[in-house]
């Protein structure tokens, strides 16, 4: 058997249960995952992801149909579960035929993951934790998502080695569990393959790409920083919560600091509300994603990025990513060979 053949075996289930020739899906990135870099994606051989999330359902319906226009490869759609209309984005991306929903930003509601499955089309769920995968499984996911805490963008706190460690011996032979978070090699994505993964989920490495529409700004920041300026948004006083983000630390990383400090001080001296205070806190990055990756703030603006931004060093087309990924995969499993071929 050869080292591609190996690596074939490996990711055959994710490969199949995609519909795609190589296991690597585009994780949605909002702002950044359209038409043209979700085209991109599937037409070299992996599985693109829009981003829709938090588009209104006529956006939804021509984000969909421009990327169709684009491939006529597979794609899958992001929703996430707090939107308001998400009954009517799942019968949007069921009137255009998509096979694929990745529900996320939160656990969806059975009903939900049975009217997309009831409307033709497969469905997969983030898993933080054995417990809640095995939920998701019980509630009729076709595959989980695994994200560590590595990853760029709202994370959770565990590592994605520990999760990889802990839900793939679990819930593997049950669904295709593909892994997320971290993933900037290909030798990093055939090690979790050898653990039982059936694909991976990559969102950093794509963002330096020619069929990316993210600012220059944006992308030249990614090429300069290193995993160590990737830091997550840090909390100040439990009372005032902050959802951990992952993103290039700047300028308004910083002013988010003195901004809560100023913030639980004014609260100390009675001089405002806890609600009041926690609003001002929650609001401060509101639209800061946008700005960075559309307008180019990269002073201000939010750099969601993930520790793998370590290996983005230069901008290449996504199909040059992706097989610099297969390649690099190929290579390390020349470890592995002897033993899989038996
Ligand atoms: C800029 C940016 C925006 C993201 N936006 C979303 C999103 O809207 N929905 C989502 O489920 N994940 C989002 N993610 C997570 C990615 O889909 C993916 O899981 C993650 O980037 C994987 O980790 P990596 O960055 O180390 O490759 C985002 C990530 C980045 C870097």
């Known amino acids: 058997m050869t080292q591609k053949e190996v690596l074939e075996k490996l990711w055959k289930r994710g490969c199949e249960f995609l519909g795609t020739e190589k296991a690597i899906l585009g994780g949605a990135m909002s702002w950044i995952s359209d038409s ?31 990327t169709q226009s684009k491939t006529k490869k597979p794609f899958g759609v992001n929703l996430i579960t707090m939107h308001t209309a998400l009954d009517t984005l799942i019968d949007v991306c069921a009137n255009n035929k998509v096979s694929h929903v990745v529900f996320a930003g939160g656990l969806p509601k059975t009903e939900s993951i049975a009217k997309a499955k009831s409307l033709g089309m497969k469905v ?47 819930l593997s032979q049950q669904v295709p569990v593909f892994v997320a978070g971290g993933i900037g090699t290909g030798k990093m994505m055939a090690s979790y393959l050898m653990l039982g993964a059936s694909g991976v989920q990559v969102g950093t490495r794509f963002v330096c790409t020619h069929e990316c529409n993210a600012h220059a700004k944006f992308k030249e920041i990614f090429i300069k920083s290193s995993a160590r300026d990737a830091m997550p948004t840090v909390q100040v006083d439990p009372r005032f919560p902050v959802i951990p983000v992952r993103a290039i630390t700047n300028e308004g990383s910083r002013k988010f600091m003195e901004i809560q400090t100023e913030i639980v001080n004014k609260y100390k001296n009675g001089e405002i509300e806890l609600k009041e205070g926690q609003l001002q806190i929650e609001s401060f990055w509101m639209g800061s994603l946008r700005r960075a990756v559309v307008e180019g703030d990269i002073e201000t603006g939010s750099l969601m990025a993930g520790q793998s931004v370590e290996f983005v060093k230069k901008e290449m087309s996504v199909k040059e990513v992706i097989d610099e990924l297969t390649d690099d995969a190929i290579a390390e499993l020349k470890f592995y060979d002897g033993l899989l071929a038996k």
């Open 36 to 66: 043209d870099l979700v085209a991109a994606i599937s037409e070299a051989g992996g599985f693109g992801v829009l981003a829709g999330g938090a588009l209104p359902p006529e956006l939804l319906d021509k984000w969909i149909k421009d």
């Open 124 to 170: 997969m769920c983030f898993a933080p934790a054995t417990i809640i995968g095995k939920r998701m499984i019980k509630a009729g996911t076709d595959a989980l998502i695994i994200e560590g805490h590595e990853a760029g963008g709202h994370i959770g706190p565990v590592s994605t080695t520990i999760l990889a460690q802990e839900i793939l011996p679990a």
